[in-house]
């Protein structure tokens, strides 16, 4: 019997899939068994162990509501767009900014007046916000789960210099040095970039606010001083270390975007997820002279000085990071590299070989050790790279029986990049 074309393309792609991952699948387990053998009784007690504790913690299915604390440019857009897509898919019921707002109060802590009220329960609080706990814990469910991203405070410092274009607004002179010139003259020119005649430069970044002092720490709802009625703990390390210990304790996972597909697997595990769950495509990823710059010098000692606060919060949670993957037993390194194999060739299904455009064709992941054999579909791709919060919107207004908004068609709607309004 002849196959058809497109038919016969299905069945090559699964093949293809199957054998790839079989092939490294056997590695790894040629891998785990020298492994094993160096050191076979600690090991095999620790996996059964984290087995059982897995399997445990997943008998009562997926995990639905969640609070995720976007800190500025640490691979937050590539993360909510996983949780957007996880939500819209199931319907669930997202906290969302009144009118056509992007953030939920952001930089300022959150008040009743920043979300849209709804009839239903709250299943995701994912939007722009400061860790609100006293309003958060008011607005979700008894069994949220808290999760945010952080990012290696140099990395973050470059990129929130580039994306928001500090040096311009702050008229440092244009150059390869730029940002180094901004570190050795910081005072000078953060009273630049914060002053009210920048305002309109700004872009939702209000004045007296600094982007480049301890950032995610402030996401993170630590008291900085910011806006002047808060308290200021920046110069107290016994209450800085206090407040790391209470997200420490808040929190189920901090994910660290400079290990981000690790991040991913074990959010899946602890979030009884999929794989499919998992599948992202990199948002808002820019190129800048100074990208890699290299953390040397008296500049970079001014940044770890200016920012100390931010550095503590990271080496903090990168350890606790580590901690909890080596819990996770010797599988968790052959989850990751199975996982990479799988987003690879859905990357390349989807935007190298463009079938998000083609509704006949799917790729088919076959089944694994962690993870049940699933189909990407072009809804799928489509779902990957879409920014989905005006159809949130839609949802809302369906949902709550309302006259749904002026909105463009999906495809028409412009992915935003700065500010705090899609208008």
Known sequence: MKIPRRQ???VTMTLLVGIVIWTIGTMLNTLKICVLNDRQEPFSHAKIRE??????????????????????????????????????????NFVLPVKKNLYLGWP?????????????????????????????????????????????????FKSVFSYF???????????????????????????????????????????????????????????????????NITGNMSAVNEYIMMLDSQFLHILIADYFVESLVLLKRLMCWSFKDILYHQSNVASYPFKYLVPKGDYYDIHRNWSHVDYLLFDHFNKTFWNKVAKEGPDFGEEVQVFRLTQMLVERFCFVEQNWNSPSVYLTIPR????????????????????????????????????????????????????????
């Open 8 to 10: 016969s393309r299905k």
């Open 51 to 92: 087995r059982e504790e897995r399997h445990i913690r997943c008998n009562q299915g997926e995990k639905h509501n969640i609070v995720f604390i976007k800190c500025m440019k640490c691979a937050t857009e590539t993360m909510a767009t996983i949780l957007r897509r996880f939500g819209y898919t199931r319907k669930l």
């Open 108 to 156: 300022y802590l959150m008040e009743d007046g920043d979300y849209r009220v709804t009839k239903k329960e709250f299943n995701i609080l994912m939007e722009h916000s400061i860790f609100t706990p006293s309003l958060m814990s008011k607005l979700m469910p008894n069994n949220t789960v808290y999760i945010s991203i952080i990012r290696d405070p140099w990395e973050n």
């Open 165 to 231: 274009g500090l040096g311009r607004i702050a008229d440092v002179p244009e150059g390869q040095g730029q940002i180094i010139d901004y570190l050795r003259n910081i005072l000078k020119y953060e009273e630049i970039y914060t002053s009210p005649e920048k305002n309109q430069l700004r872009l939702c970044i209000p004045d007296n606010f600094s982007m480049t002092r301890n950032l995610m720490s402030h996401c993170l709802g630590m008291p900085l001083g910011f806006p002047a009625s808060r308290d």
């Open 368 to 423: 694994s050790r962690f993870n049940e054999a699933f189909n990407v579909s072009e809804e799928d791709c489509r779902l990957l790279n879409v920014y989905l919060l005006p159809s949130l919107w839609q949802q809302y207004f369906e949902q709550e029986g309302l006259t749904p908004e002026n909105l463009p068609p999906v495809e028409q709607r412009p992915k935003p990049h700065k500010g705090c309004s899609i208008n």
